[in-house]
């Protein structure tokens, strides 16, 4: 008998497998001083990261879950979360920094599997070279294989179907005015 209980637990965790958001927005985080010492947003930067909040803050569905990576060593940047920061503020929620920038293939595979996620509106808020490969591995097959080093304005929306399929939306939104 207790040869089966396993068994009985791999067919529940197999139908559970999947666990997907309603959809996904990535966008690139703000504005970067020139040369890699500073790991701040700029003032265009802070700009944009307010920006973002007045657009994402107000659309449908709300956001309810933002993400960024966790700043290390390697990669001391905090301007995702920085960039997270006045949408965190306006929603009162807490940005998730759960694995490093080069870990996304991790962040991927929760997202699409952990119920917490499911059914949900997630912003993740990444490093430019990295949301290609991100935005793939969240089931957008369609997504470009780059993300422009000058392109701080767009978002890319990633829809799910009950299904699990993907759809892939890119939005470009209007520098905001100074």
């Known amino acids: 008998m207790n040869s089966r209980f396993p068994l009985w ?3 529940i965790a197999a139908i559970g497998c999947h666990a997907d958001p309603l959809q996904v927005i990535l966008i690139r985080h703000g504005e970067k001083p020139e040369g890699k010492k500073d790991p701040h947003l700029t ?3 802070r700009d944009r990261a307010r920006h973002w909040s007045e657009v994402l803050g107000t659309c449908d569905p709300l956001p309810q879950i933002l993400l ?3 700043p290390s060593a390697e ?3 905090v301007r995702p979360r920085e960039t997270l920061q006045p949408l965190a503020d306006q929603l009162t ?3 998730e920094t759960p694995v490093r920038s080069d870990a996304h293939g991790l962040l991927a595979k929760s997202v699409r599997t952990e119920t917490r996620f499911a059914g949900k509106a997630v912003v993740i808020c990444w490093v430019h070279q990295s949301l290609p490969q991100l935005a793939r591995e969240l089931g957008a097959t369609n997504a470009p294989s780059e993300w422009s080093a000058e392109d701080y304005g767009t978002a890319w929306i990633l829809k799910y179907a009950t299904n699990g399929s993907c759809t892939f939306t890119p939005w470009i939104e209007k520098t905001p005015s100074k």
């Open 93 to 95: 929620l807490k940005i």
């Open 75 to 77: 990669h001391p940047s």
């Open 43 to 45: 003032a265009a930067g």
């Open 9 to 11: 637990l791999s067919l």
């Open 68 to 70: 960024a990576p966790e």
